[in-house]
T-cell receptor, first 117, second 117 residues
Framework: DAGVIQSPRHEVTEMGQEVTLRCKLI?????LFWYRQTMMRGLELLIY????????DSGMPEDRFSAKMPNASFSTLKIQPSEPRDSAVYFC???????????????FGEGSWLTVV | AQKITQTQPGMFVQEKEAVTLDCTYD???????LFWYKQPSSGEMIFLIY??????QNATEGRYSLNFQKARKSANLVISASQLGDSAMYFC??????????????FGTGTLLAVQP
């Protein structure tokens, strides 16, 4: 079975440009998470969807960041305009269940390595 | 507030020996789940093991076991018979209902394990 698929794997962009990161969930999963990993702040949850509905977006840094789930198996994370401090690894992860499901494993994609120069 | 603490930034272990990676947690929720993930140098996040707060026995998965001490709020990972391929960053994570709001996965800062031949 295919795991969580993220694209692009690596992106280098100039400050001010729009960046779109993409994620395909594991088939049958209904929870979607976007995480960001940096040396300074570790792994941070940006946003969490359940059944296509954003449940918790308290981790989204600011209005420059937006995330969508246009359908049950796909999500995008957009940064516009991008800034050098957005440079990080962005992980998408998925699981099965709802906000009361604690034991279902969250599976991560391989990450999108973003560098903003 | 929920918190995961990993106090060991780095650990060394000889090949074939066992090693314990420490993790303590804090939550006021009676229901929670504890996870360990491995992040090798290639960057992906690999699920290792899960322990539920109501599980009576410590979780085991192959060479991985979780030493769960609920009263001490600790969930240490034990890796038996270490292999060179175990060299990686290891993250402890917790998932709680957080008062019903969400069940996001919160990560510790990680422990970098180096297995020496």
């Amino acid at each position: 079975d295919a795991g969580v698929i993220q694209s692009p794997r690596h992106e280098v962009t100039e400050m001010g440009q729009e960046v779109t990161l993409r994620c395909k969930l594991i088939s049958g999963h209904n929870s979607l998470f976007w995480y960001r990993q940096t040396m300074m702040r570790g792994l941070e949850l940006l946003i969490y969807f359940n059944n296509n509905v954003p449940i918790d977006d308290s981790g989204m840094p600011e209005d420059r960041f937006s995330a969508k789930m246009p359908n049950a198996s796909f999500s995008t994370l957009k940064i516009q305009p991008s800034e050098p401090r957005d440079s990080a690894v962005y992980f998408c992860a998925s699981s099965l269940g709802d906000r009361r499901t604690l034991g279902n494993t969250i599976y991560f994609g391989e990450g999108s390595w973003l560098t903003v120069v | 507030a929920q918190k995961i603490t990993q106090t060991q930034p780095g650990m060394f272990v000889q090949e074939k020996e066992a090693v314990t990676l420490d993790c303590t947690y804090d939550t006021s929720d009676p229901s929670y789940g504890l996870f360990w993930y491995k992040q090798p140098s290639s960057g992906e996040m690999i699920f290792l093991i899960y322990q539920g707060s109501y599980d009576q026995q410590n979780a085991t998965e192959g060479r991985y076991s979780l030493n769960f001490q609920k009263a001490r709020k600790s969930a240490n990972l034990v890796i038996s018979a270490s292999q060179l391929g175990d060299s990686a960053m290891y993250f402890c994570a917790m998932r709680a209902v957080d008062g019903g709001a969400t069940n996001k996965l919160i990560f510790g800062t990680g422990t970098l394990l180096a297995v020496q031949p």
